[in-house]
C-alpha cells in the first residue's frame, strides 16, 4: 500500500514519576491504547493528569468546556501569548485575556494551533528550515 508508518511523539512514564506539581503518574504497561484514550495507568503526560490538579486549586482558574481554541493572541511583536480567541459550546467567536496560556491540545494539535496563531515557523523540507 505504500504506508511507511513512523513513531509518534509521546510522553510516557517507565517508571512512576511525581511532576513538579505533585501530580503523580503510574509506569506505562504499554497496552497500546494511547491515542484516543485516557490512560487508566496515569503514565501518559496529558493536562488532565499532569497540570490540571494543580490548576484546580488557583481561585483565578476556570476551565470552560465545550470551547474550541481558534488561535492563540499574541503581542504585536509576537513576543508574548495574551489570551485566546475561542468558539463557544453556542458557536459564538470569544476572546479570552490570559496572564498565561497554556497549549495543552495533544502534539499535532498543538502544532496546528501554533501555525494558525503565527508562532514559530513553518518546516520547509526543501529547505530543512523551520520547525
Do not use: W
Not at 506539581?21 to 490512560?39: D, E, L, R, T, V
Not at 463557544?88 to 498543538?110: C, K, S, T
Amino acid at each position: 500500500m505504500g504506508y511507511h508508518p513512523y513513531n509518534l511523539p509521546s510522553a510516557n512514564t517507565s517508571d512512576s514519576y511525581t511532576n513538579p506539581y505533585g501530580a503523580q503518574m503510574g509506569p506505562c504497561n504499554f497496552c497500546g491504547f494511547c491515542s484516543g484514550y485516557a490512560c487508566y495507568m496515569y503514565s501518559k503526560a496529558s493536562p488532565n493528569v499532569n497540570i490540571l490538579p494543580a490548576l484546580r486549586q488557583e481561585k483565578r482558574f476556570e476551565l470552560r468546556t465545550n470551547a474550541n481554541v481558534l488561535k492563540v493572541n499574541l503581542t504585536d511583536d509576537k513576543s508574548r501569548a495574551t489570551g485566546v480567541t475561542y468558539v463557544d459550546g453556542q458557536g459564538r467567536e470569544m476572546e479570552q485575556p490570559a496572564d498565561l496560556v497554556i497549549i495543552g491540545a495533544f502534539q499535532f494539535h498543538n502544532v496546528h494551533l501554533m501555525l494558525l496563531s503565527g508562532i514559530g515557523k513553518p518546516y520547509n523540507p526543501e529547505t530543512g528550515e523551520g520547525g
